[in-house]
C-alpha cells in the first residue's frame, strides 16, 4: 500500500491549493479516505473525509466553506481543494485511506499559507 501527497507548497492568504494524493497497492474505490493535518508540536488534526463511492463528504468547522475534498476513482486519487486558505492552515498535511479495518498514511506534503 502506498499513498503520495502531492500539490504543496506556499500560497498566499486568500489564495488557493489543491492537494493530491495518489493511492497504490488496494482497491482504492473501497476505502475512505481522509485528510488531516499537523503542525509541528501539535496532534494531528482531522481536515475532511470523503465516502468509498464519493457521495458523501464531511469537513472540520475549521475549513468549512474553504476547503473541498473530492476523489477519482478512476485515477485512485483523492483531492483537496483549499480556497481562501489562511495563515493558520499552514501544515503538513496527511491522506489516510480506511481499507478493510486497516488505516495507511501517506508521509505528507508541506502547505505554507503566508504573504
Known amino acids: 500500500v502506498q499513498l503520495v501527497e502531492s500539490g504543496g507548497g506556499l500560497v498566499q492568504p486568500g489564495g488557493s491549493l489543491r492537494l493530491s494524493c495518489a493511492a497504490s497497492?488496494?482497491?482504492?474505490?473501497?476505502?475512505?479516505m481522509r485528510w488531516y493535518r499537523q503542525v509541528p508540536g501539535k496532534e494531528r488534526e482531522w481536515v475532511a473525509t470523503?465516502?468509498?463511492?464519493?457521495?458523501?463528504?464531511y469537513y472540520a468547522d475549521s475549513v468549512k466553506g474553504r476547503f473541498t475534498i473530492s476523489r477519482d476513482n478512476a485515477k485512485n486519487t483523492v483531492y483537496l481543494q483549499m480556497n481562501g486558505p489562511k495563515p493558520e492552515d499552514t501544515a503538513v498535511y496527511y491522506c489516510?485511506?480506511?481499507?478493510?479495518?486497516?488505516?495507511?498514511w501517506g508521509k505528507g506534503t508541506l502547505v505554507t499559507v503566508s504573504s
Open positions: 489516510r485511506a480506511d481499507y478493510v479495518g486497516m488505516v495507511y
Open positions: 497497492g488496494f482497491t482504492f474505490s473501497n476505502a475512505v
Open positions: 470523503i465516502s468509498s463511492a464519493g457521495r458523501s463528504t
